[in-house]
């Protein structure tokens, strides 16, 4: 019984969400070939219903800016968030040990971690459906479903 909790509790884990994630992103990044192609397609089915005025570059929800999204996103988790946050606060002198003095850190882990694992869960549907997506446009569509 204990065994099924653990692996319960693994599956769910920061790190295998963030693996999931950054799995999901790679398969997507190694399957487009061409990111042009993805501008100015709509990544959900119900975007492609509605319509909307020709972009000159770049429209918020279409394929090309969630791929952008994507691999920004894969590459702060591998990487870690650039520097200049933190020296933005440092100049505002905003200090994060003081503001959360007064509050329970334990319960504000663990929001700040379910909203992680949210996200995360979000991110790796758009990155499956913007793959998924791709192949149809160019013809693969019944491939790694």
């Not at 997507?28 to 000159?56: A, G, H, I, Y």
């Not at 379910?114 to 160019?138: C, D, F, P, S, W």
Request: glycine share 6%; hydrophobic share 35%.
């Amino acid at each position: 019984m204990m065994q099924i909790c653990d692996s319960y509790n693994q599956k769910n884990s920061l790190f295998n969400a963030m693996n999931r994630f950054i799995g999901a992103v790679n398969n997507m990044d190694q399957t487009v070939m061409v990111p042009s192609l993805l501008r100015d397609v709509p990544l959900d089915e119900e975007e492609m219903k509605t319509v909307k005025p020709p972009s000159t570059y770049f429209q918020p929800g279409d394929m090309y800016s969630y791929f952008v999204l994507l691999k920004s996103i894969r590459n702060d988790i591998e990487w870690g968030i650039l520097q200049g946050d933190e020296r933005r606060k440092e100049k505002l002198g905003v200090s994060t040990l003081e503001q959360d003095d007064e509050e329970d850190l334990e319960k504000l882990f663990h929001f700040h971690l379910n909203g992680l694992h949210a996200v995360l869960a979000k991110l790796t549907r758009k990155a499956n459906t913007l793959t998924n997506r791709y192949k149809q446009e160019i013809g693969i569509g019944g491939c790694g479903h």
